[in-house]
């Protein structure tokens, strides 16, 4: 195989387009070893092994530096830069992350899992290299999906201004993790079907160059493209027209299943082990689907994941109007949802934990200043949910609870969780957002409170002494857990609480729980810095309380292994009872 | 005077041209007086008398609903609907904000300061009035300099997939905070060069309608163009050029610095008080000139607001290509920040703590995971700093500090300012925040550490018993006021701290203290909620030492007296004396 003679980029260097060809080949044979055993981002990656072979054939990294936006589409640049064996090799599946790192190879310049920061980055390193006087490259490979997101346009229209070497390859597929939604999606249609010829063009009113390669899987007219902007002397968009998902069938036809997808047999594309069971997905889908039925002011807002709570291409459709997906552009949404409650309309936004990140500005500014009553919900918030050190969801308590007028709900089961959400889309005073629950479906027999209006009121669950045990959202099932435990190791029964409330305190339950109580241990699914406990340790600081906070440190932790995670933050009834009593 | 008789928007419809025209100058005299006496935002007032006048002649407010970016030009809309004496009376100067207000009026919908917010919040408006199958138009009008932000770019992206009426005026003055920075400039350009012809179109770009106006400052004009847009059934752009600071020679002159202006005499355009003394901002402006000048990897980055360090546009005439300024696109700029450090540069990017809230996810995933060394000048981060609901600089404490391995410092004097600045230049291991004092520029004779690497030292800079005093920031002169007063209250004195890090504690000073000391005080300028001394209260939860936090209740301020909050939070030495001894 041609593979085992390319062990860095040099490598490819030597090779006719014949071989260059036949290597794309045996690319896509490893792409598929490690993506049908392992999962992965398949789509983003069988498109463009003949783009990442072209990059490495016309540039010289690392002298010549390539950004890779999300960097989700980074495996055929692996394969290329000495990290084959991590695609060929089972036992090596684990040498390497699904994104760009540093600490893998020279050739990776940055760790990125977000969209839509590649042109920024790069801009950066184009300017450092001027700075120093010194030459070579620099190139930000991003997607059409990334385009959308502000600080992708932001860097597009910065870009033009570095009036130096700096080459923007638009890797176009005609879609985002979803469909795209915007409207500059006409103009690279348009582009497409001008052959790049078309007057009205965004990467020229940005003030950028632009060359266009009709067939992105075409080696030849890639090696071609990149030839004529290689040591260009100015910001120049390369914009090549791939498909998602070439060279697999499955793949090809349904682009949004597999742009991720686990595990499956080459052979037929069927997933080597279905979902089962409830998710929150799913029934969020459905409650939302009922709810936007019976009122046509309920309006669902996702950004480029619809998915993530269970918004399939056939749901969205049932929601015709009533469903929005804004692409990849979480701030736009979050002031969008604002906008659409101060109107008088219900809209529920949802995103992956990490992605609210991007909102930060626009959940004080846009949201909170102004008291909308627009819903929130926080998806895969949680030390359960994605491993990634990109795509961590134990930030947001931290981030979010902090600022002032924002409702965040922590619920503790199913039927909790969409009482909150039903109570949330049909009040009309505070901003709400709700953590959804991360670490299985639960449910109750207890009947569960309809209005939150009552902020900040704590639901004692189970009344004791001694010890009163604050358990937050999906960890309060680790504090009944831990109540068996401190009754068994202390002979008492402590008291058990639900919070229900993240961003506030129940101060008069505090000081009812000092009267029986000279312990209080707080549980939280989230780094403890910024977080809950520490409030409640602020609290009963000048008192003789003693309160022990529980939840995660302050890390940015990276594919790891939930129990050792939880292990090593003492976070089990018997390491916690074990530091107490 | 015409303005007598308009006590609504209903009451300029009578008005014929000759007379709206009268209007404008007889607005223009109510603008003079209240900024001439109280300043405030002049140019984008100045310029936009017309346009406002216009959009209020051809729309029905508030039925259509007009949505102000920034709304630092709103003065003109405050006038004709109900708020004229708020700048025609001087006792009524402080019955109106700089910026809309729903509490002032139902011509305003949102509170708004930030930049590249109306697309999106009238995007809401809008989706809201179609859910409900309402009518009405909905427009927003967004300034030249607020499009390079990326939640603008995001809405103007999106307003295509509306399908349905939205307006939006992009009110072109060719000018920013300062000149306007990126490639989208260029096409604006184009467009005002061909009368709005050229083939290449940013707007069109995005899938929307447009329309040019040459002469946004002529009514007739305005009128036509509006009224041929009113009712439309689909997204367009109505692009006016306008003259910044329009009727008044000397803002017509010097458009950056009659952005936004102090008090000053009518006549000569002098300011009636000259800012005197030291400032943080020339200071820092020479210190880095001259860094810049030993040194070509060192480089300045600003964010439109480039003078909040002292950048001058001769100061960045000066800096040359070692002065960057972004233009309104903080999340570009901290990610390039980022790049930059990756390539070697030496990057400082300085801007508001409240600007620095749209970059909570760069300053995590382009900066903090990639632990790149880049340093951050977070500037008005105080109770001391801007007073406006929109611009409060108390929360980037818990904003940033909790982010991962960001090492955020807090100076307690200009020697320690400067100090922990050029240590952060010259390293290479850490992204570094600076808090830049706001409390005035105070000086020691003390020698002041020059390395900060080893993280997380605090200083004690009084050493007593009983009562550990840990005053951060520029919150120390107040930590030296309540040590004396502790002395003379309890007869002992107690340990003053300077913590210095704000993202890490010292614990081995933690357990030393717990010898000699029953009582811990925090003080921070800035929300106790996820802030600084919550942590110490976690810390010391399972012990017997006593934690007092002091600091900012976590609230969205507007227009406050410093006095009376640092009072209302028991932030004065006697009033922290009387809670604890």
Same mark, same amino acid.
């Given at each position: 195989?041609l593979?085992?003679?390319?062990h860095?980029?040099?490598?490819?260097?030597?090779?006719?387009? !014949?071989?260059?060809?036949a290597?794309?080949?045996?690319i896509?044979?490893?792409?598929m070893?490690?993506?049908?055993?392992?999962?992965?981002?398949?789509?983003?990656?069988?498109?463009?092994?003949?783009? !990442?072979?072209?990059?490495?054939?016309?540039?010289?990294?690392?002298?010549d530096?390539?950004?890779?936006?999300?960097?989700?589409?980074?495996?055929?640049?692996?394969?290329? !830069?000495?990290?084959?064996?991590?695609?060929?090799?089972e036992e090596?599946?684990?040498?390497v992350?699904?994104? !760009?790192n540093?600490?893998e190879?020279?050739h990776?310049?940055?760790?990125?899992?977000?969209?839509? @920061?590649?042109?920024s &980055?790069?801009c950066?390193?184009?300017?450092s290299?001027d700075?120093?006087?010194?030459?070579?490259?620099?190139?930000a490979?991003?997607g059409?999906?990334?385009?959308?997101?502000?600080?992708?346009l $932001?860097?597009?229209?910065?870009?033009?201004?570095?009036?130096?070497?700096?080459?923007?390859?638009?890797? /176009?597929?005609d879609?985002s993790?979803?469909?795209?939604?915007g409207?500059?999606?006409?103009?690279?249609?348009?582009?497409?079907?001008?052959?790049?010829?078309?007057?009205?063009?965004?990467?020229?009113?940005?003030?950028?160059?632009y060359?266009?390669?009709a067939d992105?899987?075409?080696i030849a007219?890639?090696?071609?493209?990149?030839?004529a902007?290689?040591? @260009?002397?100015?910001?120049?968009?390369?914009?090549?027209v791939t498909?998602?998902?070439k060279?697999?069938?499955?793949?090809?036809?349904?682009?949004? =299943?597999?742009?991720?997808h686990?595990?499956?047999?080459?052979?037929?594309?069927?997933?080597l082990q279905?979902?089962?069971?409830e998710?929150?997905?799913?029934?969020?889908?459905?409650?939302?689907?009922?709810?936007?039925?019976?009122?046509p002011?309920?309006?669902?807002?996702?950004?480029?994941?619809?998915?993530?709570?269970?918004?399939?291409?056939?749901?969205r459709k049932?929601a015709?109007?009533?469903?929005?997906?804004?692409?990849?552009?979480? $701030?736009h949404?979050?002031?969008?949802?604002s906008?659409i409650?101060?109107?008088?309309?219900?809209?529920?936004?949802?995103?992956?934990?990490?992605?609210?990140?991007?909102? *930060?500005d626009?959940?004080?500014?846009?949201?909170?200043?102004?008291? =909308?009553?627009?819903?929130?919900?926080?998806?895969?918030?949680?030390?359960y949910?994605?491993?990634?050190?990109?795509?961590?969801?134990?930030?947001?308590i931290?981030?979010?609870?902090?600022?002032? =007028?924002?409702?965040?709900?922590?619920?503790t089961?199913c039927?909790?969780?969409?009482?909150?959400?039903?109570?949330?889309?049909?009040? =009309?005073?505070?901003?709400?957002?709700?953590r959804m629950?991360?670490?299985?479906?639960f449910?109750?027999?207890?009947?569960?409170?309809?209005?939150?209006?009552?902020?900040n009121?704590?639901?004692?669950?189970q009344?004791g002494?001694g010890?009163?045990?604050?358990?937050?959202g999906d960890?309060?099932?680790?504090?009944?857990?831990?109540?068996?435990?401190?009754?068994?190791?202390t002979?008492?029964?402590?008291?058990?609480?639900?919070?229900?409330?993240?961003?506030?305190?129940?101060?008069?339950?505090f000081?009812?729980l000092?009267?029986?109580?000279?312990?209080?241990?707080?549980?939280?699914?989230g780094? &403890?810095?910024g977080?809950?406990?520490?409030?409640?340790?602020? *609290?009963y600081?000048? @008192?003789?309380?003693?309160v *022990?906070?529980?939840?995660l440190?302050?890390?940015?932790? /990276?594919?790891?292994?939930?129990?050792?995670?939880?292990?090593?933050?003492?976070l089990?009834?018997?390491?916690i009872c074990?530091?107490?009593?």
């Open positions: 195989m593979i085992e003679t390319i860095s980029p040099v490598d490819i260097k030597q090779l006719d387009i !014949t071989q260059l060809i290597l794309a080949a045996e896509r044979s490893g792409l070893n490690r993506l049908s055993k392992r999962g992965g981002h398949f789509g983003p990656n069988y498109g463009i092994v003949e783009a !990442t072979i072209a990059l490495h054939f016309v540039f010289d990294s690392p002298k530096k390539i950004v890779f936006d999300v960097s989700h589409q980074c495996y055929t640049h692996k394969i290329l !830069t000495g990290r084959s064996s991590a695609f060929f090799s090596h599946f684990g040498d992350s699904g994104y !760009t540093p600490a190879s020279e990776d310049f940055f760790n990125v899992g977000h969209t839509s @920061t590649s042109v &980055l790069a950066g390193l184009a300017k290299r700075l120093m006087g010194e030459s070579g490259n620099v190139i490979v991003i059409d999906g990334s385009l959308s997101g502000g600080e992708a $932001e860097g597009l229209d910065f870009a033009a201004e570095l009036g130096s070497n700096f080459i923007i390859v638009v890797n /176009d597929n879609m993790i979803a469909e795209n939604h409207g500059l999606y006409q103009n690279l249609n348009a582009l497409r079907k001008s052959n790049g010829t078309c007057a009205c063009n965004l990467f020229r009113a940005m003030g950028l160059d060359r266009f390669v992105g899987n075409d007219q890639l090696i071609a493209a990149f030839s902007v290689k040591d @260009t002397d100015h910001p120049t968009v390369v914009h090549i498909q998602k998902g060279g697999y069938t499955p793949a090809e036809t349904d682009r949004e =299943n597999w742009h991720w686990v595990p499956f047999d080459p052979e037929t594309g069927h997933a279905l979902g089962g069971g998710s929150y997905g799913d029934l969020t889908c459905d409650f939302l689907l009922k709810k936007m039925k019976a009122d002011k309920v309006v669902t807002l996702a950004a480029a994941v619809p998915v993530c709570i269970g918004f399939t291409p056939e749901k049932e015709g109007k009533q469903f929005v997906d804004a692409g990849i552009a979480e $701030e949404a979050v002031a969008m949802a906008g409650a101060r109107g008088g309309g219900k809209p529920v936004f949802a995103t992956h934990s990490s992605f609210f990140q991007r909102t *930060y626009q959940l004080s500014q846009d949201l909170c200043i102004n008291r =909308n009553p627009a819903t929130l919900l926080v998806n895969t918030a949680s030390v949910g994605m491993h990634d050190i990109t795509h961590l969801g134990i930030f947001d931290a981030m979010m609870s902090n600022i002032p =007028n924002l409702v965040y709900l922590a619920p089961n039927e909790e969780y969409f009482a909150m959400l039903d109570w949330s889309i049909e009040q =009309n005073s505070f901003p709400v957002a709700i629950p991360c670490n299985g479906v449910h109750t027999d207890r009947p569960v409170q309809t209005d939150y209006s009552a902020l009121r704590y639901q004692v669950t009344q002494s010890t009163a045990v604050l358990a937050l960890f309060y099932q680790l504090g009944e857990a831990l109540a068996k435990k401190i009754a068994e190791t002979g008492t029964a402590p008291t058990l609480i639900n919070p229900r409330y993240i961003t506030g305190l129940d101060e008069q339950l000081r009812e000092s009267d029986h109580h000279s312990v209080v241990i707080t549980l939280e699914d780094i &403890l810095d977080g809950f406990g520490e409030k409640i340790a602020r *609290y600081g000048p @008192t003789d309380m003693k *022990y906070c529980y939840g440190k302050k890390e940015f932790l /990276d594919r790891y292994s939930v129990d050792e995670v939880l292990k090593a933050n003492h089990t009834p018997e390491q074990a530091d107490i009593y």
